[in-house]
């Protein structure tokens, strides 16, 4: 019922040339199926694509983790989402989400005051950026806390994003062991996680080694980076 009540609006919205073919029907048939399979947790989740497909505003790659999120949060039966007006509202307050959790983590690089504990997990989620657990989270908040990051520089998913996966570089690479697991970090890596002076592939080559070499707890800062 929930499927049928949402396709039923979808087309309902359309003009006849959006839905004069049997592919175009199917194509919205499938996007209705994956928004109430969301919402009863199941897989794969909706795609960026297909919620588009919805006429449904505002949805990104970056906010697209935060409107699944929404989705999901909904009840399993569907019933949170089987209207256009019920749809298009849970997608917008994914949007919000997702931009207030941004501005969280750009506005503590700005202000330098971000601590090991906040922002928190849940704001890095909750901004659609992946990567982020308990036992990196102290590392990359320092990083809000250096000179050089600023909140401009942190003030979308993808710039948050690509400090987060520098991380994981070095903290992978950093288990104690030399020569293992040296980390495949590039200069522009470096700058992105507010490290200076490193401005030459062997100077590149010498600190992934050292790093490499390095147990997690001496690399855990970015001031010991």
């Known amino acids: ?24 029907l199917q194509d919205l048939a499938n996007a209705v199926d994956a928004v109430i399979r969301t919402a ?9 694509e297909q ?5 449904l505003p505002g949805v990104t790659p970056g906010n697209l983790p935060a409107i699944i999120d929404a989705i999901k949060k909904t009840p399993d039966d569907g019933t949170g989402v089987d209207t256009i007006a019920e749809l298009k509202k849970v997608v917008s307050d994914g949007v919000v989400a997702a931009q207030t959790a941004v501005n969280t983590i750009s506005n503590a690089a700005e202000a330098n005051n971000a601590t090991a504990s906040t922002p928190a997990v849940d704001v890095y989620k909750a901004a659609g950026v992946t990567g982020v657990a308990d036992s990196n989270l102290a590392l990359i908040n320092s990083i809000l806390n250096d000179a050089d990051v600023t909140g401009a520089s942190v003030d979308t998913v993808k710039e948050i994003q690509d ?50 070499g390095k147990t997690k707890d001496a690399v855990d800062t970015a001031q010991e980076l």
């Open 51 to 55: 919620l588009k497909l919805l006429d």
């Open 40 to 48: 009863q947790g199941g897989t794969p989740a909706v795609t960026e």
């Open 163 to 212: 400090i987060v996966d520098a991380v994981n570089k070095i903290v992978n690479a950093a288990d104690g062991v030399a020569g293992n697991n040296s980390p495949a970090l590039t200069q522009e890596d470096y700058a992105k996680v507010g490290v200076n002076n490193i401005d030459s592939p062997a100077e590149v080559s010498l600190l992934n080694q050292v790093i490499d």
């Open 1 to 24: 019922p929930a499927e049928v009540s949402l396709l039923n609006q979808v087309i309902d919205g359309k003009t006849k040339d959006a839905v004069d073919t049997a592919q175009e």
